[in-house]
């Protein structure tokens, strides 16, 4: 079974990929994803992440959707899954999700965490995007909610768990306008959709708990049956969205 090996310090030749996405060697992949080359290779091992592709000199190769992969796992470390609960996870997603479906997760599984605006100057936003921005992207990703502009114009407020998918959405052919549109709709009805599922949780769930508990430790024990409920909350909200936009796009553009 081939095995990956460290990358030479000359730059090794890279295995062609069909659609023209960039390659990673490990240490470029931790480096981007902000992790240890250590823990990357312990996710492959864990069968987290897909094995590399070995290239010329027996060095392994990563993709974009690895990049993805690893920042969705990374995600849901931070929301207390444990290595076991995140594999499951996993399972249970389609295995031909893109990078860009894998980033959609992540943003969403983000969104129930503590907020993470970090101030973030225009050389590091480059750096962390992988590429050059310029002012009409800045714009762009402001418009989405990656980031919010301030008086300094080199100097941003970024929310770093949405940086990999704006990045992705920079390219997409989307008139600023529709953007904004676009975001004030999501964000009202994801609005609603919170409130009724707190609603919920909070009728059939916390109130027959909280009257019928005994043990001192039931807010704990609610708290912690929240924190697990979340991934699976998610990925049902994920799922039913995506079916429902295929329906409403394949019926609106049907043929007469």
């Known amino acids: 079974m081939a095995t990956e090996t460290e990358a030479q310090p000359e730059q090794p030749d890279r295995p062609e990929q069909r659609d023209g996405a960039p390659t990673f060697t490990v240490d470029e992949l931790a480096a981007r994803a902000g992790v240890t080359v250590r823990t990357v290779r312990f996710y492959g091992t864990k069968g987290l992440l897909p094995p590399p592709v070995i290239g010329p000199r027996r060095v392994g190769h990563y993709g974009p959707g690895h990049l993805s992969r690893l920042a969705l796992i990374e995600e849901l470390q931070r929301q207390g899954m444990t290595l076991a609960a995140i594999e499951r996870y996993l399972h249970q997603l389609p295995p031909d999700l893109s990078e860009r479906d894998l980033a959609v997760h992540r943003a969403l599984v983000a ?21 050059a921005l310029a002012d009409e992207d800045v714009d762009r990703l402001a418009a989405m909610g990656v980031l919010d502009k301030g008086a300094d114009p080199d100097v941003f407020r970024l929310d770093a768990s949405l940086l990999r998918l704006g990045v992705e959405l920079l390219d997409v052919p989307i008139a600023h306008e529709t953007i904004l549109a676009s975001r004030t709709v999501l ?36 708290k912690s049956l929240s924190a697990h409920m979340q991934p699976m909350v998610i990925q049902a909200l994920v799922t039913a969205f995506q079916r429902s936009l295929s329906e409403e796009l394949r019926t609106a553009f049907r043929s007469p």
């Open 111 to 131: 969104a129930w965490a503590p907020e993470s605006a970090e101030e973030i100057t225009r050389r590091e936003l480059e750096r962390r995007a992988g590429r």
């Open 187 to 222: 964000l009202e009805h994801a609005r609603l959709a919170a409130q009724e599922l707190s609603r919920l949780f909070r009728e059939e769930v916390w109130n027959p708990y909280r009257e019928s508990a005994e043990d001192p430790d039931h807010l704990a024990a609610m």
